[in-house]
Antibody
Framework: QVQLQVSGPGLVKPSETLSLTCTVS?????????WGWIRQPPGKGLEWIGS???????YYNPSLKSRVTISVDTSKNQFSLKLSSVTAADTALYYC????????????WGQGTMVTVSS | QSVLTQTPSASGTPGQRVTISCSGS????????VNWYQQLPGTAPKLLIY???QRPSGVPDRFSGSKSGTSASLAISGLRSEDEADYYC????????????FGGGTKLTVL
């Protein structure tokens, strides 16, 4: 059974870099699939942040592209998100998920972690 | 402002059939498949429909999806109280080197 677990600080100061890690269990990232990050501000809808393939190919949300880096560590079976120069607008529940196939459907989701940007 | 447009709310009574719509453009729904997610209160979203009309294993056949042109719909028949949730459509968008776009979500209330 494939499971995803997000970890990282729940509080980040404005202008600093938000860093989260998604650990995958029950499946080897290097075996394939795209993997992605999605966020949800409190009381609002879903926003795609970006996705990557195990080889390192990445796609980013155009509105966040200048601040986002998604990377993979196949040795740890993890992929990570870094979002720089954060503001209060980046306060959200952050999810990691597996992309099912070329449909870009996220079929397995982690539980999500709340990140608050505040001094 | 979401790239895909959904009506913010919908409602129905138990047993009823409800439809949730999602409107996009030629660069997303018009040229790519649509996926639907169900988000129950306090939980992570769950894939409900992929590739326009396919149900993942375990999703009841009360849920169905369709697509026509630049619009898509999610239909729920035999509405049940446990269907009360937020529903989101999503699709790949070919513009700007490609990216995933979501609808703003529809909150379904079972009266």
């Amino acid at each position: 059974q494939v499971q995803l677990q997000v970890s990282g600080p729940g509080l980040v100061k404005p202008s600093e870099t938000l860093s989260l890690t998604c650990t995958v269990s029950g499946f080897s990232i290097s075996s394939g699939y795209y993997w992605g990050w999605i966020r949800q501000p409190p009381g609002k809808g879903l926003e795609w942040i970006g996705s990557l393939y195990h080889s390192g190919t990445t796609y980013y949300n155009p509105s966040l592209k200048s601040r986002v880096t998604i990377s993979v560590d196949t040795s740890k079976n993890q992929f990570s998100l870094k979002l720089s120069s954060v503001t209060a607008a980046d306060t959200a529940l952050y999810y990691c998920a597996r992309v099912r196939d070329s449909s870009a459907a996220f079929d397995i989701w982690g539980q999500g972690t709340m990140v608050t940007v505040s001094s | 402002q979401s790239v895909l447009t959904q009506t913010p709310s919908a409602s129905g009574t138990p047993g009823q059939r409800v439809t949730i719509s999602c409107s996009g453009s030629s660069s997303n729904i018009g040229s790519n498949t649509v996926n639907w997610y169900q988000q129950l209160p306090g939980t992570a979203p769950k894939l409900l429909i992929y590739t326009n009309n396919q149900r993942p294993s375990g999703v009841p056949d009360r849920f169905s999806g369709s697509k026509s042109g630049t619009s898509a719909s999610l239909a729920i028949s035999g509405l049940r109280s446990e269907d009360e949730a937020d529903y989101y459509c999503a699709a790949w968008d070919d513009s700007l080197n490609g990216h995933v776009v979501f609808g703003g979500g529809t909150k379904l209330t079972v009266l």
